[in-house]
């Protein structure tokens, strides 16, 4: 496993529909060694924090496999990393191997999986497109969710190593699955037992059983 990008970006102003729209999806690659803190990259900042950051979604990694599926899906449209607003673009970490809770050491740094991505209208702003958002969700490519556990310094080239794995065995893919309506109740409880899993999706799936 392997990081291949740290992209940051801070937040700018934007018009969409007309309207005025403040937010920082759009991130850039960087070189060099960056400092993962516990709410982000420095030199990287979140615009609406009611909806994006903090502790449970510090920092947002997209695998560098999906690249090619959304490449035949939008073949006018350039995909450098850092396309969907991920802080890292990461190889050999996929949703569906890697458990809520898993804990992982990429350069100096430490994590956790949190979540997967659900993203909101701004995916849209950032392809110019209405439709991004619907198939975003309906490829069930999310990305990953992290906090951090030990911040520490990250650059492209890192190894990203697992340290722990979750024994509840509940994925990333998993969580997506019960997010869209396609997982049955068992998995459902299975997932509420989960401490590592972000407490609004927590309070979201409880939901599905009553």
């Known amino acids: 496993m392997k990081l291949i990008s740290v992209c940051v970006g801070l937040p700018r102003e934007v018009i969409w529909k007309g309207k005025p729209v403040t937010t920082g999806i759009f991130k850039q ?7 993962m803190r516990s709410l982000n990259l420095d030199g990287d900042q979140q615009a609406d924090l009611t909806v994006h950051g903090g502790i449970e979604k510090a920092i947002y990694a997209y695998p560098k496999e999906h690249y090619p599926y959304w490449q035949q899906e939008l073949p006018n449209q350039a995909l450098p990393w850092g396309a969907f607003g991920e802080n890292l673009t990461i190889e050999g970490l996929l949703e569906t191997t890697v458990n809520i809770g898993d804990r992982l050491r990429i350069g100096t740094a430490e994590v956790m999986v949190t979540q997967p991505r659900f993203p909101c209208f701004k995916l849209n702003l950032k392809f110019g497109r209405d439709d991004m958002v ?11 969710y992290f906090s951090v556990v030990q911040e520490g310094e990250v650059g492209a080239g890192d190894a990203i190593e697992q340290i ?6 509940i994925t990333v893919a998993d969580i997506v699955k019960i997010y869209v309506r396609k997982a049955d109740d ?12 972000a407490a609004d999706l927590k309070t979201h799936f409880q939901q599905h059983l009553n």
């Open 29 to 35: 690659p960087v070189a060099g060694r960056v400092m």
């Open 164 to 169: 722990s794995r979750d024994q509840n065995n």
């Open 186 to 197: 068992d998995l459902v409880r299975r997932a509420l037992q989960v401490p590592a899993l």
């Open 134 to 144: 619907k198939r975003f969700l309906n490829s069930q490519l999310s990305g990953i």
